[in-house]
């Protein structure tokens, strides 16, 4: 059953939207990559135009900017779980078994391949209202001036230069699947020490991906050194 925010009629086309390489005996025609690849198309369209339309002050690299930190994993993960996707996902019983429900690189595929789905069916316009309507939080948010929200790598220099006077540096760790479906392991390491690591559907969302949790270990570790400070002025 479509849910009803998705202005979809086609039950067929739905399924297919929603069948990963795993659970199809052709992953060319039966399954959803080449909707995701048309989808992911007409997405970044919709979104340029969106911000060509709406930013007239805004350069080339403010645009880009914000349009990278609306079109990626993250947030197209959060609206295919708003929209109950993973629940109708199909999967091949190994893919199940190993977590591909909750996958967000998988999730991002789905919302992307529903989009491509909307866009054959009804055409742009239709596709354009779906898209605007799921992600305005996040158009609102880099409207609001804030380009690039999920942009972990700078904020973890700034952090590191600050705390340390020091830089971190990345390295793909692990590189696995399809030359059109990688996934990247990438690490952070300072001082020749890997403290953390991230995962993405590119070297660049590796990065983004480890950086954020690098960010959180260490907020986590000041505010244990500032608590335990506290105890000691107290004592």
């Given at each position: 059953?479509i849910p009803?925010?998705?202005?979809?009629?086609?039950?067929?086309l739905?399924?297919?939207a929603?069948?990963h390489?795993?659970?199809?005996?052709d992953s060319?025609?039966?399954s959803?990559e080449r909707?995701?690849?048309?989808?992911?198309?007409v997405l970044?369209l919709?979104i340029a135009?969106y911000?060509?339309?709406?930013?007239?002050d805004?350069?080339?690299?403010n645009?880009?900017?914000?349009?990278?930190?609306v079109?990626?994993?993250?947030?197209l993960?959060?609206?295919?779980?708003?929209l109950?996707?993973d629940?109708?996902?199909e999967?091949?019983?190994?893919?199940?078994?190993s977590?591909?429900?909750?996958?967000?690189?998988?999730l991002?595929?789905?919302?992307?391949s529903?989009?491509?789905?909307i866009?054959?069916e009804?055409?742009?316009e239709?596709a354009?209202?779906?898209v605007?309507?799921q992600l305005?939080?996040?158009?609102?948010?880099?409207?609001?001036g804030?380009v690039?929200?999920?942009?972990?790598?700078s904020r973890?220099?700034?952090?590191?230069q600050a705390l340390?006077?020091k830089?971190?540096?990345?390295?793909?760790a692990?590189?696995n699947g399809?030359a059109h479906?990688?996934?990247f392991t990438v690490?952070?390491i300072f001082?020749?020490?890997?403290i953390a690591?991230?995962?993405?559907?590119s070297?660049?969302e590796g990065?983004?991906a480890?950086?954020?949790?690098?960010l959180?270990?260490?907020?986590?570790?000041?505010?244990?050194?500032k608590?335990?400070?506290?105890?000691?002025i107290?004592?």
């Amino acid at each position: 059953m479509i849910p009803k925010p998705i202005p979809l009629k086609s039950e067929a086309l739905f399924k297919l939207a929603m069948r990963h390489r795993s659970a199809a005996e052709d992953s060319v025609t039966e399954s959803y990559e080449r909707l995701e690849f048309y989808g992911d198309a007409v997405l970044s369209l919709i979104i340029a135009q969106y911000l060509y339309e709406h930013h007239p002050d805004w350069d080339q690299g403010n645009m880009s900017k914000a349009r990278s930190s609306v079109v990626q994993e993250a947030p197209l993960a959060d609206r295919a779980l708003a929209l109950g996707l993973d629940a109708l996902l199909e999967l091949g019983p190994g893919e199940e078994i190993s977590g591909g429900r909750n996958r967000p690189g998988i999730l991002c595929d789905i919302f992307e391949s529903v989009i491509g789905a909307i866009y054959i069916e009804s055409g742009l316009e239709k596709a354009r209202w779906f898209v605007l309507e799921q992600l305005d939080d996040y158009l609102m948010q880099v409207s609001a001036g804030d380009v690039s929200p999920n942009d972990f790598k700078s904020r973890l220099q700034e952090v590191s230069q600050a705390l340390w006077r020091k830089t971190p540096t990345y390295k793909v760790a692990n590189e696995n699947g399809l030359a059109h479906d990688k996934r990247f392991t990438v690490q952070v390491i300072f001082d020749n020490e890997v403290i953390a690591e991230g995962k993405g559907r590119s070297k660049k969302e590796g990065e983004q991906a480890a950086a954020k949790d690098a960010l959180e270990i260490i907020e986590r570790a000041q505010r244990s050194k500032k608590l335990l400070a506290e105890q000691q002025i107290d004592i």
